[in-house]
């Protein structure tokens, strides 16, 4: 199976992600073509990523070796409407969407190879926890070489596909439910008295640490929290959490397939 020419059907955040992590660790394709129908985000990732190719219509992007729909479930299924006659047997699908399962991508496409993944932002770096779902038609030897390729954008697990919307939930958004308290933190330290590269510094350090206390210390969640007598922010717990609760266990019944 070839690895060597990647479409992208989708020019937004996520295929930022994975070209920056293959950049990152020089893994080089004969040729990388993105179709992007917003001009402006297209040239902000060519400028970013100069060898890409952007294709003036998504049939340049999905004719070839492999496959990344990079778009958005309300759009998913118009799109591979669009598509279907390009794709062959032997391209290799990979969709980076919720919601659409395999099943009902192989009713349009006669492409024998699927799969699909959840991509983390921190691919970034190639420090992503990404799950990956194979449909059936792949030989050991054709998903060996597969999550060779995906692996250069940090782990990535085999789940079933049922586990995938869940992993969006828990694991790819996860980060978006606390960079913000991070970034309040750096602007409070920052007017007690810490430059912003010492808050920067001190806070990701403590973070670090209060990780591998909570998971690596064996005491249990109540031990953890009551080693740190004051909590000013107490009162609210309750609140956030119920906002946490409704807001993404609303959001994992919408993505549901």
Request: zero cysteines.
């Amino acid at each position: 199976m070839k690895t060597h020419h990647l479409g992208f059907i989708g020019g937004g955040r996520v295929t930022r992600i994975l070209l920056q992590a293959f950049q990152n660790k020089q893994v080089k394709f004969d040729s990388i073509t993105v179709y992007e129908p917003n001009d402006e985000t297209a040239a902000g990732l060519k400028k970013s990523f100069p060898e890409i190719a952007l294709a003036s219509i998504l049939q340049e992007a999905a004719g070839q070796d492999i496959v990344f729909l990079a778009i958005h479930p309300p759009v998913m299924m118009e799109t591979l409407e669009n598509i279907k006659e390009t794709i062959t047997a032997d391209t290799v699908v990979i969709s980076l969407a919720p919601k659409i399962p395999i099943a009902k991508m192989e009713e349009l496409l006669p492409a024998r190879r699927i799969v699909r993944m959840i991509p983390n932002a921190t691919s970034y770096i190639n420090k992503g926890y990404n799950p990956v779902t194979f449909n059936p038609a792949f030989t050991r030897e054709e998903k060996k070489t597969m999550l060779k390729m995906l692996k250069k954008a940090g782990k990535t697990i085999e789940v079933d596909e049922p586990m995938l919307e869940g992993y969006a939930i828990v694991s790819a958004m996860l980060p978006t439910y606390f960079w913000f308290q991070w970034k309040k933190m750096e602007e409070i330290a920052v007017k007690t008295g810490f430059s912003e590269a010492e808050a920067k510094k001190v806070i990701g350090d403590t973070l670090k640490r209060s990780l591998k206390l909570y998971y690596k210390s064996e005491l249990s969640p109540e031990e953890v929290i009551d080693l740190i007598p004051v909590k000013p922010i107490d009162e609210h717990e309750g609140e956030i959490e119920e906002i946490l609760e409704t807001k993404l266990l609303g959001l994992y019944k919408k993505i549901k397939p």
